[in-house]
């Protein structure tokens, strides 16, 4: 009898730190996917930063050359009727692209998703779950 209990011993201890690594790896493993979630939204918070600086940069470059076409549309009213109309059409597409450039940078900021929304609805998946929230498979 003393030999049954001696054995059942060391196979609880050794369930008890099986159990242990297992917990132990599901945390890493966790911890690794929410990284790599987070990792993914940093590149493209990234993007969407370069994205914003070049589409912001060609619409005042595109005003800045459209207001210089303006002006000399004015100075040059008084000469050929030709040039004017060329200057004067230059001009009103080079401010309707800065126009356009500026509208879609304001509705681009306005619907874009926040920064890092799918590490944070993760991160609450998780903290639900350990509080019996949610089942793993729902």
């Known amino acids: 009898m003393a030999d049954t209990g001696s054995d ?11 159990s242990l690594r297992r917990v132990v790896q599901t945390l890493a493993e966790v911890l690794d996917t929410r990284l790599g979630i987070l990792s993914t939204e940093i590149a493209e918070e990234r993007l969407n930063l370069t994205r914003l600086i070049l589409v912001a940069l060609a619409a005042l470059f595109f005003l800045q050359i459209g207001v210089f076409l303006a002006v000399l549309f004015v100075v040059l009213a008084v ?9 004067g059409v230059a001009a009103a597409v080079l401010l309707l692209l800065a126009a356009g450039g500026a509208l879609w940078l304001r509705h681009w900021l306005r619907t874009r998703p926040p920064m890092f929304a799918t590490t944070i609805a993760e991160l609450r998946k998780d903290r639900d779950r350990m509080k019996g929230g949610h089942e793993p498979g729902a």
Do not use: C, K, M, W
């Open 8 to 18: 059942a011993g060391p196979r609880r201890s050794e369930g008890l730190i099986g």
């Open 79 to 87: 000469s050929d009727a030709n040039r004017l109309a060329a200057i």
